[in-house]
């Protein structure tokens, strides 16, 4: 590639694809529907104070949280998006309790996606980030259309993964496993441009950790003990409160984001499909670690499609440094 050469995720992707001459092009398309996707959501984010697409729905999602007319908007395009194009055999997101079928009116094609589709979207009032997390696999059932089989698969089997955060600019990240790769919208030309090339997370990097601290009595002995010890270490806490962007801000800085299980939520509250797997699959192809208190989040098998875990994300040795702390003093959480 040519030093200095502007180069669009459209051409990004070709080049990629001559890489691997028995691809077909559907999986390129695929992200290219993502990034189209990601462009509207951009436009209504950036609006959203202007026109009538602010505050609740109405109505409650599979996991009991208020619904915003954003996530609805985002959803809707998404599923718009990608339902007729003969990639996709299902899909699923994090707002819809079932899997998402492809209308029989469309083709379908070897492919799934799973998504959040906003999240973080309760700050947008704030003027927070927000982002999209995406997951892909390839179909394992027989037949023409997919299911629930095709959803339930571990991290470990995602063909790529990624997501958009849409702050100050807009950003689309996202792995095939061989490498992390960020381009950031240029909203004059309509086009994501390659601007974080090959992302690597320090390790230690930034003394930061990420946590709601809050809940901190409601932690357990190995989680309090895991926190004390980075605070001696002379860790900071910053913490957004919107998953993906104390994720971003992790993988461009080090440290560890944290999202455990407690007594509240002894299973953890973060969704394993639709957030920890995808950011899972990143943060290890940055050269970083997950885990889920005992080991890789890539390795969990799941069992349902809105199945909880507990989540830690960030620099290899700080994610191991915390493994050890949940298991030296326990991981059970008060009250479970």
Known sequence: ?????????????????????????AFSNILYDIALAAKIISREVNRAGLVDILGSAGKFNIHGEDVRKLDEFADDVIFQAMDHTGNLCVMASEEVDDPIPIPD????????????????????????????IFSIHKKISKGERGGLADLLQPGYKQLAAGYIVYGSSTMLVYTTG????????????????????????????????????????????GQQLAVDQLKD????????????ADFHRTLLYGGIFMYPADAKSPKGKL???????????????????????????????????????????????VVQKTEEALQAAGAGVPGA
């Open 1 to 25: 590639m040519q030093e200095g050469a502007v180069v669009t995720l459209s051409r990004h992707i070709v080049e990629q694809e001559r890489r691997h001459p028995e691809a077909t092009g």
């Open 178 to 221: 061989a490498g992390v790769y960020g381009f950031t919208l240029e909203p004059s030309i309509g086009e994501f441009l390659l601007s974080h090339p090959e992302m690597k997370i320090p390790d230690p990097g930034k003394k930061i950790y990420s946590v709601n601290e809050a809940y901190y009595k409601r932690w357990s002995p």
């Open 271 to 317: 969704r394993l499909l639709y957030e920890a797997c995808p950011l899972a699959m990143v943060i290890e192809a940055a050269g970083g670690a997950s885990s889920d208190g005992a080991g890789s989040i890539l390795n969990v098998e799941p069992v349902e499609l809105h199945q909880r875990t507990p989540l830690y994300l960030g620099s290899k040795s």
């Open 233 to 244: 270490e002379g860790f900071s806490l910053r913490y957004i409160g919107s998953l993906v």
């Open 105 to 132: 009116k469309f083709p379908a094609g070897n492919y799934v996606l799973l998504h959040d589709p906003l999240d973080g979207s309760s700050n947008i009032e704030a003027n927070v980030s927000l982002g999209t």
